[in-house]
């Protein structure tokens, strides 16, 4: 999917306000840190929309620096889902990527580890 991310140890955030995406590594990480509350060097993915919602970009830790990975649709929009969570799962990853939007989605139970977001998919 993305070279040299890992989506079985990663967990996906998703910045939900548009962004300006002139910005790159440390202008993404330090709004990881103040707005996300997270550690943008865990390996996790952080994603931001750009303010037309037709550009996306992921910032994540690759074992030695930073690393983005940037998509420009030429039609359409990228759709976030409806929950306000500050993450997503791998099958909404899939679906943003995809441009597919599911109404109602029912998840069969799956085991978690306390106070991290399953990442099904």
């Known amino acids: 999917m993305i070279p040299g991310m890992n989506l079985n140890s990663s967990r996906i955030f998703v910045y939900r306000r548009a962004c300006d995406l002139r910005r790159s590594f440390d202008k993404l990480a330090q709004m990881v840190m103040d707005e996300l509350r997270e550690d943008p060097l865990s390996g996790d993915w952080f994603v931001f929309l750009g303010t037309d919602r037709r550009k996306i970009k992921v ?9 983005l990975w940037y998509k420009r649709l030429e039609k359409g929009k990228f759709v976030l889902p409806e929950d306000e ?3 997503i799962d791998r099958t909404a990853w899939v679906h943003l990527l995809e441009g597919v939007r599911a109404e109602i989605v029912q998840r069969q139970p799956r085991y978690q580890i306390a106070g991290r977001p399953v990442n099904s998919g």
């Open 59 to 67: 910032l994540y830790w690759d074992r030695d620096g930073y690393a």
């Open 85 to 87: 969570n500050s993450w």
